[in-house]
């Protein structure tokens, strides 16, 4: 065999080892998984401030800073779930997991914060939304930027 051949399958080799066959998560799994999380997470949050501690809903829908403390509220339960267990319910349902990019272990609370901001970022400028639709690797903005990837998880 020649020296370029065994290089070349020496190269192979060591990034199969280094990747372990990852699949990324599909963007339409993402998207049921957000919306899960929605109906999950997010809704009972809306549903306790709106008449647990405003009383009513046009109450809540006349401050301003009712849903300010939702969506906080909401990305700092994320960000936990995200930190601690690498998954959210939605996630957890379509067998997706948010990792690392380079090390594929679980991030850390502050970029897992980090990237729910940059979430917040990216649905509002839509274009990032549509980077996993030309990347191989499925990332969206918020991925990018925070050095993350979904990826389906083995179960």
């Not at 997470?41 to 800073?65: C, D, H, N, R, W």
């Not at 549509?130 to 191989?136: A, C, D, H, I, T």
């Not at 918020?142 to 993350?148: A, E, L, Q, R």
């Amino acid at each position: 065999m020649r020296f370029r051949e065994l290089k070349k399958q020496k190269k192979l080799h060591t990034n199969k080892e280094n990747h372990q066959n990852i699949v990324y998560a599909t963007y339409p799994d993402r998207i049921k998984a957000f919306i899960v999380d929605m109906f999950m997470i997010y809704t009972p949050i809306l549903y306790v401030i709106a008449y647990g501690v405003m009383g009513s809903k046009e109450e809540f829908q006349s401050s301003q800073a009712a849903p300010l403390v939702a969506v906080v509220l909401y990305g700092v339960i994320y960000s936990l779930v995200i930190a601690k267990f690498g998954q959210t319910p939605g996630k957890k349902a379509y067998t997706i997991e948010v990792v690392d990019d380079k090390t594929h272990e679980h991030i850390p609370l502050l970029r897992a914060f980090c990237r729910f901001v940059m979430f917040l970022i990216t649905t509002t400028t839509l274009l990032g939304l549509l980077l996993p639709f030309y990347r191989k690797d499925k990332k969206a903005l918020h991925d990018i930027v925070c050095g993350t990837i979904q990826i389906q998880k083995e179960d």
